[in-house]
C-alpha cells in the first residue's frame, strides 16, 4: 500500500489549504484514514481522523477549522484547513489503517505566515 500525499504550500494566516492523500496499491480494504503535523521540535500530533463509517475526529486546536473526508471509493481523503494560523505550520503526515496495520504517507510541508 501506498500513500501519496500532497497539497501543502504557504498561505497567509486567515487562508486555507486542502491536502489530499492517495492510498494505491491492490488488496487493500479501507479501513480509519487520518492525518498527524510535526512542527520542529515537537512530537508528531493527530490532527484530524474518519473512520470506515465516515465519523470524524478532531484535535481540539483545529475544530471548526479543519473538515476531513474521503471520496465514495475511499481511497483518497481530504482535509480543508480553513482559517488558518501560524500554529498550524507543520510537516503534515497522512495515513491509512488497513491489512493490520498503520500506513504513512510522505509528509508535505504547510507554512502559515502572519
Known amino acids: 500500500v501506498q500513500l501519496q500525499a500532497s497539497g501543502g504550500g504557504v498561505v497567509q494566516a486567515g487562508g486555507a489549504l486542502r491536502l489530499s492523500c492517495v492510498a494505491s496499491?491492490?488488496?487493500?480494504?479501507?479501513?480509519?484514514a487520518g492525518w498527524y503535523r510535526q512542527a520542529p521540535g515537537k512530537e508528531r500530533d493527530l490532527v484530524a481522523q474518519?473512520?470506515?463509517?465516515?465519523?470524524?475526529n478532531y484535535a481540539d486546536s483545529v475544530k471548526g477549522r479543519f473538515i476531513i473526508s474521503r471520496d465514495n471509493a475511499k481511497t483518497t481523503h481530504y482535509p480543508q484547513m480553513n482559517s488558518l494560523k501560524p500554529e498550524d505550520t507543520a510537516v503534515y503526515y497522512c495515513?491509512?489503517?488497513?491489512?493490520?496495520?498503520?500506513?504513512w504517507g510522505q509528509g508535505t510541508q504547510v507554512t502559515v505566515s502572519s
Open positions: 474518519i473512520t470506515r463509517s465516515g465519523s470524524t
Open positions: 496499491g491492490s488488496g487493500f480494504g479501507i479501513g480509519a
Open positions: 495515513y491509512l489503517i488497513t491489512l493490520g496495520q498503520r500506513y
